[in-house]
């Protein structure tokens, strides 16, 4: 069953982002670090991110602008419930790929094990 996604979807990162920080940081990672796995994920610099953020773009068009990472496929585990490898909708597969590195961020887990390297 096709869930209804397209609340997540129109959603801008700018409000989502915060938060990101808030995880990060409460957990002794660094904004940094946070915009590392965003932009190893998406391809983005730190300028790009901040642009996106300043202009409130929203997610689906965050990930349709992104040059996904060759190695998005080697991100697997469980996010909000669900396997990550598993969501057949290609939009939320890439958000909740987002969540799964932020998450892992936050857990401590070493920058090259987030990075897939």
């Not at 190695?71 to 419930?81: E, F, P, Q, R, S």
């Amino acid at each position: 069953m096709e869930k209804n996604y397209d609340r997540v979807f129109k959603m801008s990162f700018a409000s989502v982002y915060p938060h990101y920080v808030k995880k990060v940081e409460s957990k002794g990672r660094t904004v940094a670090e946070l915009h590392e796995v965003i932009s190893w994920l998406t391809g983005y610099s730190d300028k790009e991110i901040q642009k996106i953020i300043d202009e409130k773009i929203d997610f689906e068009t965050f990930f349709n602008n992104a040059k996904l990472n060759e190695n998005a496929l080697k991100i697997t585990g469980v996010i909000c419930g669900y396997r990550v490898e598993e969501i057949e909708n290609p939009l939320m597969q890439k958000i909740r790929y987002l969540d799964k590195l932020i998450d892992e961020l936050a857990k401590g887990k070493a920058m090259e094990k987030i990075l897939r390297k």
